[in-house]
């Protein structure tokens, strides 16, 4: 069953723990005849099952509480109940027995699936999550429901024929073969010859618009009529499938589908993604999350995961989605950065894990080495292997795995294949061990011989542990050239000196200057940001003493709100109760009046020219942000790298957006918002000052800018779609 998407970790843990998912043998086909009442929150089914060949006549499965089941061509027997108390829904077990040359059999049941959405709670995110809804505003049932019997762990394909009532309409994978639409109810019919990992249902009250693309049906499914918004998501569609088809193979389905949800969602399924209403209409949407779902056609809804073995479907459609656009954009190695910084500040050591142990996002720290390592892995796999090996395994694991499970070794004997390399120590390094390689420059001098300048430099890494087998890239600016030297060093020891022969006069020297290499990145590396105060181990929140009556009172609900969620570990106090600030802790600081305001300012006085006059009017970089209407929070460390936040506002109703949006831009410096329904107008990230990866030849003689990198296409970019 795939559920990484949808589910946080202890719920894929279940899942994992009820139906152990290992390679499987042909497919179980279900032919379903659906009747759907909305209104009474029940539905009636009749499941036409046939086995493959060579599957066992005695068989599990097991179906939803409550359901009734009744069985034709083959004997039932009722076994104790699945699971405890830790259950998803509650499900019952059956034994079915064929006889003969039998292989197909009938299963009816019928009754109410009806679980209300549940707040899930999330260091990052509040959201929201069903284990299957068949309700008046719509109806929700995948695997996890067990609204069909779920027989081991085997593969699916299956007709699925839904009686709806007048003007609703069903959606599924793969594609639709009738659909009808009375005064009296509605009919659609759904058809997935492809072997699946699960069977979906939603249903509700849709207005369709849909366009022909090639072979590919393009529809949107939205909740109100909206013909510009369809249009805009169907050419998206259109465009990101070319995309991937070129740079991957076919795309596997029939059609693909924007269906607008009830509740803010984000799910990604075979063929079609189901959004909230709010999130499909933020204008970035179409330009991020929208490809990412897109791919996950090819990676997890076209070749399965393998939970017991790690989640791999990611990591690498983040690499070739997120990434990919910010590459596009010439943003690639703030990209990388950003996930750098993000596994620094959220990933301590209790909190690591391999990527084979990862399932689902469910916590910071968990996104940072889920998507964030796995991410830059792919990143050092294609470097190593270059733009056409890559793009060729890529091609050869899809081809290979399409509509069954794989794992990362199936990845690496691709990599392999196509490469010629072996690569199993690379993999064992990166995706079965914990922690990361921390790298730091020493040794730069200058050799002349023989009328050739040569360059000294030794490396070494601190971390504990063994060593890493890293290719790391080096940049050197020389003297009278625009163009840097480039070149990239192969490190097998923990420290290693290298010499290299430049042709003039090196000026300065960048270690892994686009932040190429998965590594714990030095403090000095990285602008301070918002991720270092959300994920430090504990926070102290001062709040002004001397703040107007509401304003006070908002503050201290925000820091209360704070400091009432685990995960924030936040111990609040008023800043006439200390004689300092604590130097080895992160700290809040709220309000303008602040008595440690003077500490802030002097902490942000190296970035971008920040000034914050008497009345709260504020410039960064030259641009004024007035007081009036605004919010401001901005990020900067202290003395011995203590992370400090500074919060200050003119509109006490702001606070609580506040408290709710602030988590979800963890990455920037700085923040201006306007309003009491916190809009966000500004944003951005402090320069880095000091990079300890950055080295002077000779620091006497000035500061020197790095000479200029070697431009990198987009993957995209290099696909000739004629020769694939």
């Known amino acids: ?57 005695s068989l599990t499965f097991s179906l939803h509480a409550g359901l009734r089941p009744q069985v034709e061509g083959a004997t039932l027997e009722t076994l104790a109940p699945e699971g405890g108390a830790d259950t998803l829904v509650p499900a019952e077990r059956f034994r079915v027995t064929l006889t003969g040359a039998r292989r197909r059999f009938v299963v009816r049941y019928g009754g109410k699936i009806y679980h209300p959405l549940a707040q899930v709670p999330s260091e990052e995110r509040q959201f929201k999550v069903t284990a299957g809804l068949i309700d008046t505003r719509g109806t929700f049932l995948d695997s996890s429901s067990r609204w069909f019997p779920i027989i081991g762990d085997a593969l699916v394909t299956f007709s699925l024929d839904v009686r709806l009532p ?51 049906q393009l529809q949107a499914f939205l909740r109100t009529p909206d013909e510009a918004l369809a249009r805009r998501y169907i050419r998206a569609a259109g465009r990101y499938i070319d995309r991937y088809q070129a740079l991957l193979g076919p795309y596997p389905y029939g059609k693909f589908a924007l269906v607008e949800n009830f509740w803010q969602s984000g799910y990604g399924m075979p063929s079609f993604t189901l959004l909230g209403s709010q999130i499909i209409r933020f204008p970035f949407i179409i330009y991020t999350s929208y490809p990412h779902e897109i791919l996950h056609n090819w990676w997890g809804n076209g070749v399965f995961v393998n939970f017991g073995e ?53 916590s910071q720290a968990s996104e940072a080495v889920g998507y964030g390592k796995a991410l830059m892995f792919f990143h050092m796999l294609h470097r190593r292997l270059g733009d056409k090996a890559f793009v060729k395994g890529l091609r050869l694991f899809y081809r290979d795995n399409k509509f069954r499970y794989a794992t990362y070794d199936d990845l690496r004997r691709a990599f392999e294949k196509v490469s010629g390399d072996k690569l199993q120590a690379d993999f064992d390094q990166w995706v079965r061990r914990t922690g990361a390689p921390d790298l730091k420059v020493e040794g730069v001098q200058v050799v002349q011989d023989a009328g050739r300048q040569r360059l000294r430099l030794t490396l070494t890494q601190t971390q504990p542990g063994p060593v890493y087998r890293l290719r790391v890239p080096v940049a050197v600016t020389l003297e009278g050239r625009a163009q840097a030297y480039q070149t990239t060093l192969a490190m097998n020891d923990k420290r290693q000196a290298f010499t290299l022969s430049v042709p ?47 304003l006070a009172k908002a503050y201290r609900d925000l820091a209360q709100a704070w400091e009432g969620n685990p995960a924030f570990h936040a111990r609040v106090v008023t800043d006439d109760e200390l004689e300092a600030l604590p130097e080895d802790q992160a700290v809040w600081l709220f309000g303008l009046r602040n008595r440690f305001r003077a500490r802030a300012q002097k902490a942000l006085s190296g970035y971008h020219a920040v000034r914050v006059s008497s009345d709260g009017d504020v410039s960064v970089a030259g641009q004024r942000f007035p007081a ?46 306007h309003g009491t329904a916190p809009r966000n107008t500004e944003r951005g990230m402090w320069p880095v000052l000091h990079s300890p990866m950055s080295v002077l030849v000779d620091p006497a003689a000035g500061p020197v800018a790095m000479g200029r990198l070697k431009p990198r296409r987009p993957l995209t970019e290099l696909i000739d779609t004629r020769r694939h």
Not at 631 to 645: K, N
């Open 628 to 673: 009036p209407g605004r919010s401001l929070v901005m990020a900067a460390a202290r003395g011995r790298g203590a992370p400090l936040g500074w919060l200050m506002t003119t509109e006490p109703g702001a606070l609580s957006g506040l408290a709710f949006k602030l988590p979800h831009y963890t990455k920037y410096s700085y923040l201006v918002f």
């Open 310 to 362: 790690g989640n791999w479907s990611e990591g690498l459609t983040a690499y070739l989605s997120d990434q990919l656009v910010k590459v596009q954009e010439g943003k690639g190695a703030d990209y990388r950065r950003e996930q750098l910084q993000r596994y620094m500040d959220f990933v301590a050591g209790d909190e690591d894990f391999p990527l084979t142990a990862f399932t689902a996002r469910n």
């Open 166 to 216: 007048a003007g609703w309409d069903a959606v599924s994978q793969c594609r639709r073969h009738r659909h009808q639409k009375g005064e009296a109810f509605s009919r659609v019919l759904w058809v997935c010859d492809k072997p699946q990992d699960d069977i979906y249902l939603v249903a509700a009250r849709f207005h369709e618009y849909h366009r022909t693309h090639g072979r590919i």
């Open 504 to 550: 003039a006069a090196p000026r300065r020297v960048d270690v892994d200057p686009q932040f190429d290499v998965f590594r714990r990145l030095s403090k000095q590396e990285i602008p301070p940001a918002l991720s270092g105060l959300f994920g430090a181990e504990s926070v102290l929140i001062v709040l002004p003493s001397r703040a107007p009556a509401p």
């Open 1 to 57: 069953m795939r559920a990484a998407r949808r589910w946080p970790g202890y719920i894929i843990a279940w899942l994992l723990a009820a139906a152990p998912v290992y390679p499987a043998a042909a497919a179980v086909h279900h032919a379903l005849k659906v009747r759907l009442h909305p209104d009474q929150h029940t539905f009636q089914v009749q499941d036409t099952i046939t086995l493959p060949r060579d599957h066992p006549k």
